[in-house]
């Protein structure tokens, strides 16, 4: 069964965020139904209006993670900004901001006063540390995120140091912590019938995703080496050469192991002590790299990998942005970039949902707003406002 | 208010993920109150229970991502087994599965037969490249993911080539795209009146990850270079040298650049030609990187970075594992790293929750359980067996 409706179609966003991380949370949603309301700043809008690349001088990083939403000024430093926005929080389900803590509450519209006016909303503050705690003041920049939560020192190689992931990875998961926050308090709005706040810190999202780096150092009390590509538990599970690039090789237990040793023709390595099992060969793995190198080198990337899955070992190519938007799986099966036309830059590209929900409508809905492109729409259908009412609060700033 | 129920305390989770993505995934959502019933295979259990670090011959990896769960045993191969799996059906919200695509199908409960049963179950499988397109037989390891996905080739130096990230953020993504889709699917259930099936792939989480990569990529149509830790628009943003290590520091506009020239001791470099402006610092960024690391070298690490963020520049320490563990922000304030008495492993700590739901009840609620601990409770809970029942299932190989 394939329905009309989004998965979120009944719930209503105020959209406070900037940039990336609240952006990228708001996308999730927007993609999946929500009316997400994108409250900017008068004549000026989100800071990554301003951002490249630009296309006929239209921001294509704006376009890109503001798609299926919809745009309204708002000067919250007015008094009467302030009133309309505490009307649109009445009709609403969710507020979500990026700013740093206490900047909503100096506005006038911090937690307790959206609460006062209507309890069954969520709140999302997402901030580089989090509301509480004693660095919640600092600044919280992705690359702060990545460093301080641990990602770095555990990325990377024996030589170069630590190493920070190349997208902004603190945001994202920030970003995604902030749609599981929304939709979690939403699910709990039916089990105690009012909203909550939610608090979401770029730093925690990075800790989190260190898994089980914690219990490893716990156990050993070791700090994890930089291992580069390879995994530190098992060989070979690593990047390996062939003739025009790298490619990945993932023997995950003895079995495969077995296989692709045979495929290799180094059949007698699965006898030799120095290879005989998953620690013997970690032991080893500098020169069993440079074996299944001195192998693989005959191959080009694409033949090599097909060798190896054909044999039942998982194994993957490399793959940099050219080949990614041209793959028929990523790109054109699971639709991870989707064409959109946008009506200043045109035809071009965003990132697709990476939640497939197969019975509910998702996906891109429409191209990113211009600002204030909804102003009518979103004014008269939440609070009923007139032509002339707008056209007051335009000249008066307040919009 | 703070409520004494969790988020999801309303939603039955039947959980028969293994390893990691599936049950990072259900992790978040048991310590929202789910209740998540952890399904393994008899006498064996998940694969994880097998892995390191161990601690009194228990697995600490598994202790870590699997607390606030139960765990039941049953065996879906037995054609009991899946009857009885598919009574439990009616009674759950959920059923979440991490096998490679077509498994559940022949197992006799896949989407379909369970669809049959209760329509209004929210149906996850998560898989390394999703249960549709042309590579969807592929295995799909985390390190598949991550070089197939983009960011392996996006991450690194320019000495070093493509770098997986530290952690399996493949199996992260994936896992927290999967709780995502679950509580998205849960609200559309509102919407519609029934459930649905979702389709999670490591490699899309990894593509969606790469955020504003494709919109640079697409506008210049040049791959994007690897440029270890500083970022390609603007300088200074990236990592430098202290005394005693590395610390980051990210000047995000002008006017942070001019106040760190300044605290530097570099003020002739702000009206210096080579330095005017971020794309002129871009162009002579070593020597800008070599002025900074020759400033902050005569600092301990601490010491340089209390001095930047008090002049209201962004900083941070560059923190490993240890520094990470007893840091009274990340570990004390936001309970980062959970401690945890385990029946077997004793004193331990989990990793903690990013998303802080503030009202509802939110946390690690138990140590992970026993292989089948929770077999009397579930099965006379959901289905009304008896002591009498459990033996005879448990003779016959069944649970």
């Given at each position: 069964m394939q329905y009309k409706q989004g998965a979120l179609s009944n719930i209503t966003i105020l959209d406070l965020t900037r940039v990336l991380a609240g952006p990228y949370c708001t996308m999730i949603l927007a993609d999946m139904g929500a009316n997400v309301i994108k409250i900017e700043i008068p004549k000026?809008?989100?800071?990554?209006?301003?951002?490249?690349?630009?296309?006929n001088g239209e921001s294509m990083y704006y376009a890109n993670v503001n798609r299926s939403k919809k745009s309204i000024t708002l000067n919250l430093k007015s008094e009467e900004g302030r009133k309309i926005f505490l009307e649109m929080v009445k009709k609403a389900d969710v507020v979500v901001e990026n700013y740093r803590p206490g900047v909503m509450d100096k506005l006038g519209v911090g937690y307790d006063v959206i609460n006062k006016v209507n309890d069954r909303i969520v709140y999302v503050a997402i901030s580089g540390f989090g509301s509480y705690g004693p660095y919640s003041d600092r600044p919280g920049y992705d690359i702060i995120a990545q460093a301080m939560g641990g990602l770095m020192a555990y990325t990377g190689w024996p030589e170069t140091g630590p190493t920070r992931s190349g997208n902004a990875m603190g945001d994202v998961l920030g970003g995604m912590n902030g749609a599981i926050g929304i939709l979690a308090a939403l699910n709990g709005r039916n089990v105690t019938g009012k909203g909550q706040r939610v608090d979401i810190s770029l730093v925690d999202g990075i800790a989190a995703a260190l898994e089980n780096g914690i219990v490893r150092y716990e156990a050993t009390g070791k700090v994890p080496e930089r291992t580069g590509n390879r995994y530190s538990t098992l060989y070979p599970y690593d990047s390996f050469e062939a003739k025009d690039g790298q490619y990945v090789l993932g023997c995950g237990n003895q079995k495969l192991w077995e296989i692709f040793a045979k495929l290799a023709g180094m059949e007698e390595l699965i006898t030799d002590e120095r290879y005989i099992d998953g620690p013997k060969r970690l032991e080893h793995f500098e020169e069993l790299r440079e074996k299944i190198n001195d192998w693989s080198k005959n191959y080009l990337v694409e033949d090599v990998v097909k060798l190896i899955l054909d044999a039942g070992v998982p194994a993957a190519p490399i793959y940099d942005m050219e080949k990614l938007v041209k793959d028929e799986h990523i790109a054109k099966a699971r639709e991870m970039f989707v064409p959109l036309k946008h009506p200043v830059i045109g035809d071009m590209h965003v990132i697709g949902d990476?939640?497939?929900?197969?019975g509910t409508k998702n996906g891109v809905r429409w191209p990113a707003p211009s600002l204030g492109e909804h102003n009518s729409e979103v004014y008269r259908e939440l609070?009923?406002?007139?032509g002339d009412k707008l056209k007051e609060l335009e000249d008066n700033g307040v919009i």
């Open positions: 000026k809008g989100d800071d990554t209006r301003q951002y490249g690349p630009f296309k990476a939640v497939k929900l197969m609070l009923g406002f007139d």
